[in-house]
């Protein structure tokens, strides 16, 4: 069982940059693979970024790529998400999640977290 919380999330002007965390419990987090989707509301959950579990190997949905950035911290039991020169059409609320799976990651991971709110303003 992973326990995950995320945070970083608020209001930034197009242009501007966030970092999202997500904080993981237990002592197995190093053997997941973890993942970032994103709700913009009236929209279904899309995939964007994920991680192996090593820090590897990463993978990001076209809609982001080049403009954020994944990574993790082993030791701090946390993944995180460097958004840069963020758009209005990434405002939604971000998820992280975690799969043993890098695949299975990317599409129905078992654990999410509850999300955190990113707003980008024109």
């Known amino acids: 069982q992973v326990q995950l919380v995320e945070s970083g999330g608020g209001l930034v002007q197009a242009g501007g940059s966030l970092r999202l965390s997500c904080a993981a419990s237990?002592?197995?987090?190093?053997?997941?693979?973890m993942g970032w989707f994103r709700q913009a509301p009236g929209k279904e959950r899309e995939f964007v970024a994920a991680?192996?579990?090593?820090?590897?190997?990463?993978y990001y949905a076209e809609a982001v790529k080049g403009r954020f950035t994944i990574s993790r911290d082993n030791a701090k039991n946390t993944v995180y998400l460097q958004m840069n020169s963020l758009k209005p059409e990434d405002t939604a609320v971000y998820y992280c999640?975690?799969?043993?799976?890098?695949?299975?990651?990317?599409?129905?991971?078992?654990?999410w977290g509850q999300g955190t709110q990113v707003t980008v303003s024109s």
């Open positions: 999640a975690a799969e043993k799976n890098m695949i299975v990651v990317t599409a129905t991971p078992p654990y």
């Open positions: 237990g002592r197995t987090f190093g053997n997941y693979a």
């Open positions: 991680i192996s579990w090593s820090g590897s190997y990463t």
